[in-house]
């Protein structure tokens, strides 16, 4: 396929992923941050906007789907991961990210979740974990904590809400990261590394929403979180030892890149029939002669 | 009654007997004999257990459906004896392998005025002696048969040389077996003659399924992917893309869910290349919010919709074609879409080409709806048809660097807009499932919303007028229009062949829908103003296709032949259907 030739000799800027669209979060949205930061990473890891496939589900996160450059898909609630792997898979030379919250990625599209750590699809994956429901005006979602009274749990939510890491741990992922929105400079060195892994990366970003989570804002977040740089002996390759870690979600929260497998094989590498194969998907639809195939009836 | 120039075979037996594969050797070695086959396989959704039949149509003529009537039967199990006596023809016979077989009284009535021939052979027995498996009873039942309709044996033994070739320890005993059953004698049993002779061009030709006609196909398309989860009646194209794909180098990969299954394919077609997917109804109901999607986005997709009789999960492994309402009406909102019918091993193979390229032209949804007569029958054709080109309608390079965002969803007469890949252009733009203006920005002006409301549903008539009128197979005047479309067409055009022979007075002719939506209608309405007896014909109980033509007509079918017991349209019913019509 002939691609795009614009940043051939000049390094990207910031400023090729501006658009004119006015962000419309509400104030002190976490989003504002998170977008920022996977803009700086792209500028950082020097990938033009024509070959960047930015996926978004649909919730508060969705609705900056228009309002930064690159190639966008803004599809349908639940279902951005299984898009984004079928995407990937077509083009490895377009570097796909995708976006979810949580209540579409631990509720109504989880099973996507499971077959994108499975498969080691080559995407980035962030989750903007805001513990609700914000688009639909606050609702439960599988994150939020039982006993909190939110819109339509009038009484507090009776279910108890899903331990993200623990749940993508058991599914012997290869790249686990969490960050925190009000952090942008640790958000873009995340998804910088996340952006470089071979592999599916899921990032947990622990978002606050000012509009329905008051339990757990900026600040509840900031108090909490600790880079497990900063945690003495800690090793990123020894996934017990990760989801230890990850556990704590009340008193010191371990951010930063808790697992990382060095031996991550991504999902076109897994392909038998493909392992010779240099070119893409995308390249090579052509007539292909049946003769042969027809022969094998006769 | 219409005398059907045909021999008709039935392998009845358990399933996981062997019914099929045995069912497809005699097939091949009746074709290598020279003679044009028609394969029909009924069995139930067991792994083991209950009874299966694996139906041989054999004729001088090329043939593609079945009679309902049997002349011989092989039987490898009790169950399947008693389950298909009844369908012998008058001096049918059977070869079985039971050593003790009790009648009722009322089979006895029937076997005796019926005049039918049973013959018993220690089929198992024999196998075991010569030193074989006893699954190799099958040959001795095989060779039987072959003694039976009285064809050299060559054809049959090298077919069965063939299939054990990855087995080469099992040859012999296997060829033993076959050489005893051809010459067993069959006391009591008259020696079939066939009535219409080989012909050499047979020996040569092709025999598979609908479902490797469609994957060839695909194949053929410069379909790239293929994303599936498996449902009866379409795993067998998910298998087959797995058997060859080291030498098509096709990702084939078996996914958790429909849902995933179509999101993938919709991400590797927006990516830009060629993805298929194939499910049944109840596959297909879990897509449909994503077939929505792709008519917002306006992003290509291409389902095949394989029908099996619902509601719910209904017949699995029987036929109907009950689902074109669901493909036509599939996924909220209003959004153009095209829907096309297989019928026969030519459509198998080439409407899937063109479904991708109207897929990409028009940058909609295509659903392919076949039957699980199509998809699992085995036919019999000489070649492949010329494919046709592929046609992708991208922008061409030279406009790479020209483009703006704003071409992607921009007003054009016909509604369809440029599209472009990601990496091909800098003008990067959104594919949104919000509405949305040119360049995929969200909107929710009244305006800008009815634009692109019209702008999409443009596509749909541009579309209809690009799409090709139904046929009209057979003679131009007629004393009575059949008018149908999938399987259907195989049957009536079987018939169709024999009758418009033998009563060249009383010609019938069938109109067939392969492109059902949006629907063509002016041959249809032509017949009409000329007062043109018409009879509808569907494999449901809606009369789906009738329902959709009076919509945009305003015309009633009165006539009716609708069949929906989960069995396909079979040429004795139809025959008797137009001998009480036509008299």
Redesign the interface.
């Known amino acids: 396929?002939?691609?795009?030739d614009?940043h051939h000799k000049t390094d990207v800027r910031f400023s090729d992923y501006y658009s004119e669209?006015i962000l419309t979060w509400c104030t002190n949205c976490g989003n504002y941050g998170i977008q920022a930061a996977i803009k700086r990473a792209l500028v950082a890891e020097n990938i033009?906007?024509?070959?960047?496939?930015l996926?978004f589900d649909?919730g508060c996160h969705g609705?900056g789907?228009?309002k930064i450059?690159?190639?966008?898909?803004?599809?349908?609630h639940g279902?951005v991961l299984?898009?984004?792997?079928?995407?990937?898979?077509?083009?490895r030379?377009?570097k796909v990210i995708a976006f979810g919250g949580d209540g579409g990625t631990l509720g109504e599209g989880i099973?996507?979740l499971?077959?994108a750590i499975r498969g080691n699809y080559d995407i980035t994956f962030v989750l903007h974990n805001n513990l609700n429901y914000g688009l639909t005006t606050g609702q439960a979602s599988a994150t939020t904590k039982s006993g909190i009274k939110m819109n339509s749990s009038p009484d507090g939510v009776t279910s108890d809400p899903i331990h993200v890491m623990n749940f993508v741990f058991s599914l012997n992922p290869s790249f686990v990261a969490r960050t925190f929105s009000g952090d942008v400079k640790h958000m873009s060195g995340i998804f910088q590394e996340s952006i470089k892994h071979n592999g599916f990366s899921f990032i947990e970003v622990l978002q606050s929403c000012p509009s329905y989570n008051h339990m757990t804002p900026h600040q509840w977040y900031q108090s909490r979180v600790k880079d497990v740089t900063q945690m003495s002996g800690y090793n990123f390759r020894d996934i017990k030892a990760a989801r230890q870690a990850a556990e704590d979600l009340e008193v010191q929260i371990a951010i930063g890149v808790l697992y990382q497998n060095s031996k991550s094989v991504p999902f076109?590498q897994r392909?038998?029939?493909?392992l010779k194969?240099s070119g893409?998907?995308?390249d090579?639809?052509?007539?292909?002669?049946?003769?042969?195939?027809?022969?094998t009836?006769? | 009654m219409l005398e059907f120039q045909r021999l008709v075979i039935k392998i009845a037996g358990e399933s996981g007997q062997g019914v099929n594969s045995i069912g497809e050797m005699v097939a091949k070695a009746l074709k290598r004999s020279g003679f044009c086959t028609f394969g029909y396989r009924e069995y139930p959704s067991l792994i083991q257990g209950g009874h299966a039949f694996h139906q041989i149509d054999i004729a001088d003529i090329p043939i593609h459906s079945s009679a309902k009537q049997t002349d011989l039967l092989i039987c490898l199990s009790r169950v399947s004896f008693h389950a298909y006596l009844p369908t012998l023809k008058n001096g049918g016979q059977v070869i079985h392998m039971l050593e003790q077989l009790e009648l009722s009284n009322q089979e006895k009535k029937l076997i005796s005025d019926q005049q039918i021939k049973i013959v018993y052979i220690p089929a198992q027995n024999i196998a075991r002696q010569i030193g074989g498996k006893s699954i190799m009873a099958n040959v001795v039942m095989i060779a039987a048969l072959w003694q039976l309709i009285g064809l050299p044996i060559d054809p049959l033994e090298s077919v069965l040389r063939a299939e054990f070739a990855s087995k080469p320890k099992v040859i012999e005993p296997n060829i033993a077996c076959l050489k005893k059953g051809y010459t067993y004698k069959l006391e009591g049993l008259n020696p079939v003659l066939i009535k219409f002779k080989p012909q050499n061009k047979h020996k040569?030709?092709?025999?598979?399924s609908g479902n490797?006609l469609i994957a060839?196909?695909a194949?053929?398309?410069?379909v790239?992917?293929y994303?599936a989860y498996p449902m009866t009646p379409s795993s067998s194209i998910l298998s087959y893309m797995a058997d060859?794909?080291?030498?098509?180098?096709?990702?084939?990969?078996q996914?958790?869910?429909e849902?995933?299954v179509v999101?993938?394919?919709?991400?590797?077609m927006?990516?830009?290349?060629?993805?298929l997917v194939a499910t049944s109804g109840g596959g297909f109901d879990l897509m449909t919010?994503?077939v929505s999607?792709a008519g917002m986005?306006e992003t290509p997709f291409v389902c095949i919709l394989a029908q099996r009789p619902g509601p719910s999960t209904g017949l699995p492994t029987w036929t109907s074609a009950s689902d074109l309402n669901l493909a036509v009406y599939a996924g909220h909102g209003e959004f153009p879409r095209c829907v096309i019918a297989l019928s026969d091993p030519q459509s198998a193979y080439l409407a899937i080409q063109n479904a991708f390229n109207i897929a990409e032209k028009y940058q909609i949804p295509v659903v392919v709806l076949t039957e699980k007569q199509i998809a699992e029958s085995l036919f019999q054709i000489e070649?492949?048809p010329q494919?046709p080109?592929?046609k992708?309608h991208l922008v061409s390079?030279d406009k790479?660097f020209s483009l703006v965002a704003a071409d992607r969803y921009k007003h054009t007469k016909t509604g369809i807009s440029p599209r472009w890949?990601?990496?091909?252009?800098?003008a990067?733009?959104?594919?949104?499932?919000?509405e949305?203006s040119a360049?995929?920005?969200?909107t929710e002006d009244a305006q800008i919303s009815l634009q692109m409301y019209t702008k999409r549903l443009n596509k749909q008539i541009t579309l209809h007028n690009d799409l090709p009128e139904p046929v009209l197979i057979g003679p131009n005047t007629a004393i009575l229009t059949l008018v149908g479309w999938g399987s259907v067409k195989n049957t009536v055009c079987d018939v169709m062949n024999l009758w418009n022979t033998k009563f060249p007075m009383k010609c019938i002719n069938y109109l067939h829908y392969e492109y059902v939506y949006p629907v063509r209608t002016k041959k249809l309405t032509d017949l009409v103003k000329r007062k043109q007896p018409i009879c509808l014909i569907e494999n449901n109980a809606f009369g789906q296709l009738g329902a959709l033509l009076t919509q945009e007509t305003g015309c009633h079918f009165e006539d009716k032949l609708l069949k929906f017991d989960g069995r396909p349209f079979f040429i004795d019913e139809v025959g008797e259907f137009l001998e009480k019509k036509i008299k």
């Open positions: 396929m002939n691609t795009c614009c669209n033009p906007p024509c070959r960047t496939l996926c649909v609705n789907a228009d450059g690159g190639y966008r898909f803004h599809g349908i279902r299984a898009f984004a792997c079928g995407a990937s898979v077509a083009n030379k377009i099973n996507h499971v077959s076109m392909q038998a029939n493909r194969v893409d998907l995308v090579e639809v052509k007539v292909f002669p049946t003769e042969k195939l027809f022969d009836f006769r | 040569n030709d092709g025999l598979l490797h060839q196909g194949v053929s398309a410069g790239r992917a994303f060859i794909y080291h030498q098509t180098q096709m990702l084939v990969k996914v958790d869910d849902i995933t999101q993938m394919a919709i991400g590797a927006f990516m830009g290349t060629r993805a919010e994503s999607l986005t070649s492949l494919s080109k592929i992708r390079e790479f890949l990601p990496g091909q252009s800098d990067t733009f959104v594919a949104n499932s919000d949305h360049d995929g920005t969200v």
